[in-house]
Structure formats: C-alpha cells, structure tokens
C-alpha cells in the first residue's frame, strides 16, 4: 500500500530563515509520481511541484527547492529565506503511474503547517 | 475559465439529514474526484470518476453516493449525515493520460450536528 509521512506536524521559524519540510514516502510501484501542495490560511490547495520517480534531479524554482532522493525514499522541500507569505500547511501527495481504468489517486501525507514569524 | 468550482462554502446538518455538494469544472478534465481533509489526517480520497458514467470508490466511501451524468458535473451525496462526517470537502480534477497536476476547488466546510 502507498503512504506518505509528513513527520513535522508544525514548524515555526523567524523570517529570512530558510526551512527544510520533509516527506517520506513508501511504494511498490517503480513507476510514481510525487507533488507539493500549499493550503494558505485561505484554504484552498495550491500545487507547487511535480516529480516522477525517473526523475532525480533538484528542482529550483525560485526560493523553493525540491530534493528527491528514491534511496531514502524522501521528496523534501525547502524554502530559502522565507517570508511572512510563506506560511501555510504544506502537503506531500505521492500517486501511482498505472492507470487502472484511468485511475489518479493521490495519497496525501498529514501536511505540515509552517509559520513564519516576522 | 472558472475552473473547479464547488458550492455551497459552508453548511449545517442535522444527524440524518441528507444534501448534495456540487462540483463543476469547466476544462473539460475527465477525470474528477472528492477528497476530504480533517486535522491532523491529510486528504483522504473518497470517490473519484475517470468519465462521464464511470465511478469508483476510493479509501474512505462509505456514507457518500457519487455519479457523473456530464463531463462538468460530479455531485457528492450523503445520504444520512453524521457527526463523523464533519469536514472539509474537495473536488479535484484533472485531464486524463500521464499522470496529472490536480486542480482542486475552493472546499466545502461541512458540520453535521
């Protein structure tokens, strides 16, 4: 069965520090696709990044950075120099590539929420 | 372009009531599905279509009907609402093929008393 775990359940830091949020994930499947989603206090869910399992390298994007390592089983997410804006709850979702009748199931970790302090 | 669009925002039921929550999308995405979000949980999928008269469950149905008449419109029943059933409530959606980005809609928070 797939999981994700978000062990950090809260993090607070003070802006312009950056912070790193972990995900682990667990699979049978060689084929998967890993995302980031934001839900700012306004609720609605944001999609950051996606990420399939061929696909190792870093992505950068800004001030966000994604790190997926398939030997640790990790797709953590880091923000540098973070910003009041920042915070939010994040989640870490992970989906199988086999489409079994065209299925997109996402399993979603228990999301994180971040605040940044000014 | 709307996109996912769900009403209503917010409701109150009784135990044992029933209603609907409304899904639309207007990007043609055969694929859609519900989710729902409790603290500390994450989004749990509960149905999902991959077409227009094509439903299946996801991890936690029980307690809610679905169907999908047209591409745009994927309706959650619950039949007989219970406390339990306290949430909020995603549609998402997204075109079929690879494996997809999913473009969620605003949420619906439910409280059933």
């Known amino acids: 069965a797939q999981k994700v775990t978000q062990a950090q359940t809260e993090i607070s830091v003070v802006e312009k520090e950056d912070v790193t949020l972990d995900c682990v994930y667990e699979?049978?499947?060689?084929?998967?696709?890993l995302f980031w989603y934001k839900q700012p206090p306004s609720g609605e869910l944001v999609f950051l990044i996606r990420?399939?399992?061929?696909?190792?390298q870093n992505e950068i994007s800004g001030r966000y950075s994604w790190n997926f390592q398939k030997s640790t089983s990790s797709f953590n997410f880091t923000i540098t120099a973070s910003q009041v804006v920042d915070s939010a709850v994040y989640f870490c979702a992970l989906s199988e590539a086999r489409e079994i009748q065209g299925a997109q199931k996402l399993v979603f970790g228990q999301g994180t929420r971040l605040t940044i302090n000014p | 372009n709307a996109g996912v669009t769900q009403t209503p925002k917010f409701q109150v039921l009784k135990t044992g009531q029933s209603m609907t929550l409304q899904c639309a999308q207007d990007m043609n995405h055969e694929y859609m599905s519900w989710y729902r979000q409790d603290p500390g949980m994450g989004l749990r999928l509960i149905h999902y279509s991959v077409g227009a008269g094509i439903t299946d469950q996801g991890e936690v149905p029980n307690g809610y009907n679905v169907s999908r008449s047209t591409t745009e419109d994927f309706p959650l029943r619950l039949l007989s609402a219970a406390p339990s059933q306290t949430s909020v409530y995603f549609c998402a959606s997204t075109r079929q093929g690879f494996v997809n980005e999913q473009f969620f809609g605003p949420g619906t928070r439910l409280t059933v008393l």
């Open positions: 990420r399939n399992s061929f696909d190792e």
């Open positions: 699979t049978r499947d060689t084929t998967y696709y």
